[in-house]
T-cell receptor, first 111, second 112 residues
Framework: AQSVAQPEDQVNVAEGNPLTVKCTYS??????LFWYVQYPNRGLQFLLK??????LVKGSYGFEAEFNKSQTSFHLKKPSALVSDSALYFC?????????FGAGTRLTVKP | IAGITQAPTSQILAAGRRMTLRCTQD?????MYWYRQDLGLGLRLIHY???????GKGEVPDGYSVSRANTDDFPLTLASAVPSQTSVYFC???????????FGPGTRLTVL
């Protein structure tokens, strides 16, 4: 079965600095990769996905992610963090009928 | 506004009781899902339905059942609740299996 790892429970960055939230995956076939964000007491919101094509995927709110097949990674990035980006971020991988989420990374952006 | 609704918002339940969590979507999505979210574990898939009339088991199906009588509704039933089923439950839907999922606001369930 496929799996996803988010090695960092918590990421802290200063407002205006670039941010990276890491994700690595394991899947037997072609990966279908997703990033979601969760604000307090809310459901998850879709940010971006990689199905095929360009390795650099652009998504909502200025986020982007880079698919790296050799490193089996799909790190989420943003050039300049905002305080409002503070939230819980989940990486996910889909394979056939199964969707696996990482444990989540809490991003805190400090003014 | 199109989206997914879940009911109830929260519930405290005695162990051994039966409980049905409701989920309705108005986006005419074919696929629907139920997840549970536990601290440190992320979201885990309980059951899914690729289209009306079909259901399948996810990663953690034991103790739960679902039905998909029509496109819009996907209820999750706990036949006899146990404390380990204390969690936040999210319903989601997607138009195809490989597109992004849209999530409901969640149901916070406490089993005592």
């Amino acid at each position: 079965a496929q799996s996803v790892a988010q090695p960092e429970d918590q990421v802290n960055v200063a407002e205006g600095n670039p941010l990276t939230v890491k994700c690595t995956y394991s899947v037997s076939g072609n990966p279908y990769l997703f990033w979601y964000v969760q604000y307090p007491n809310r459901g998850l919101q879709f940010l971006l996905k990689y199905i095929t094509g360009d390795n650099l995927v652009k998504g909502s709110y200025g986020f982007e992610a880079e698919f790296n097949k050799s490193q089996t990674s799909f790190h989420l990035k943003k050039p300049s963090a905002l305080v409002s980006d503070s939230a819980l971020y989940f990486c996910a991988v889909r394979d056939l009928n199964d969707m696996r989420f990482g444990a989540g990374t809490r991003l805190t952006v400090k003014p | 506004i199109a989206g997914i609704t879940q009911a109830p918002t929260s519930q405290i339940l005695a162990a051994g009781r039966r409980m049905t969590l409701r989920c309705t979507q108005d986006m005419r999505h074919n696929a629907m899902y139920w997840y549970r979210q536990d601290l440190g574990l992320g979201l885990r898939l309980i059951h899914y339905s690729n289209t009306a009339g079909t259901t399948g088991k996810g990663e953690v199906p034991d103790g739960y059942s679902v039905s998909r009588a029509n496109t819009d509704d996907f209820p999750l039933t706990l036949a006899s609740a146990v404390p380990s089923q204390t969690s936040v439950y999210f319903c989601a839907s997607s138009d195809t299996l490989y597109n992004e999922q849209f999530f409901g606001p969640g149901t916070r369930l406490t089993v005592l």
